[in-house]
């Protein structure tokens, strides 16, 4: 009874979290236009906006993050993401669930990606946007936004072991975030690159501690007279790389039989995964022996939910 309970409980949480995945091969031959400008200048318009809401309020790090997060966020509550996804002219890829890598995917591969809904919905995959040149789902950013500010708050705020913020991360890839059948059964090494990146963003706004890449790109906001201004503006060509893009950091599944299913699939349009292994070997090289817990070296297989890391 205990189990039947629990499952019930992880299904709602699994429905109210965003589990959207994409489809990073079938659409990989359609010319799609550099987006970088635009989602940089959306985003610096936003820290010039959370910067007036808090004029009268010194310079309080945890207010300056929570106005912040009101347009940094998800595809429900995030303006950014908001626009990337419904604005009608910016620039993305839409593909149907059942055009898709995923087509044969049923209950048993996933449930929130099998169920009859899911190939009903123009939406059940998430669009791809081109950050220069490099193809990438909208849901990176919500894990950039969302995920990575966890990542920040749990490493550099309350200054927790990096390698538990790791495993707090696979923990949530593998259970409401999709790694798992009631979920969509994927488990997303990109997400968790992105979840990383998220980290170093966030840390990137007042720049406080050390980027733990050695690659100090902030403060974009700092503390000047009482009030916090913007001094650099947001460029997420510093976040976002092919770690990211889902043909080259593969992901793994939930079953054996799915992951073979997927590879057919990505057989059957002439690639594999990785599609670039060189790019695949460069991305191991920069996030060096951080690469273990966000780059999958190993192709696409099934995952294991006790061994893996």
Not at 191 to 215: K, T, V, Y
Request: aromatic share 12%.
């Amino acid at each position: 009874m205990k189990r039947i309970a629990f499952a019930a409980l992880l299904l709602i949480t699994l429905n109210q979290a965003h589990t959207a995945e994409v489809d990073q091969f079938t659409t990989r031959h359609i010319e799609l236009k550099n987006s970088k400008d635009i989602v940089n200048i959306e985003a610096n318009r936003h820290v010039q906006e959370s910067l007036k809401q808090l004029q009268s309020s010194g310079c309080d790090e945890n207010l300056l993050y929570t106005e912040l997060k009101k347009g940094f966020a998800n595809h429900k509550n995030g303006k950014l993401t908001i626009h990337m996804l419904h604005d009608k002219e910016f620039p993305r890829h839409q593909i149907a669930l059942g055009e898709s890598v995923y087509a044969d995917w049923n209950r048993l591969d996933g449930y929130l990606l099998g169920r009859p809904a899911a190939a009903a919905s123009p939406l059940a995959l998430g669009p791809l946007v081109n950050i220069d040149g490099i193809r990438v789902g909208t849901d990176k950013f919500e894990h950039i936004f969302g995920r990575g500010f966890q990542y920040f708050k749990r490493f550099h705020l309350k200054e927790r072991a990096l390698k538990s913020v790791m495993k707090y991360g696979i923990r949530g890839e593998k259970t409401i975030f999709g790694g798992n059948i009631l979920a969509t059964g994927v488990f997303s090494y990109a997400d968790l690159a992105a979840n990383f990146n998220g980290m170093r963003f966030w840390n990137h706004m007042l720049q406080l501690r050390p980027d733990i890449l050695g690659d100090n790109h902030g403060p974009y906001i700092s503390c000047q007279d009482n009030q916090f201004v913007q001094v650099k503006q947001i460029d997420f060509s510093h976040y976002i790389d092919e770690s990211m893009d889902e043909s080259i950091n593969c992901s793994k599944f939930a079953r054996k039989k799915s992951a073979k299913k997927f590879l057919r699939r990505v057989e059957a349009l002439g690639y594999s995964c990785p599609m670039d292994p060189d790019k695949l070997e460069m991305m191991k090289e920069k996030y060096g022996e951080f690469s273990k817990w966000i780059i999958n070296d190993e192709g696409i297989e099934d995952v294991s939910y006790f061994n893996e890391f």
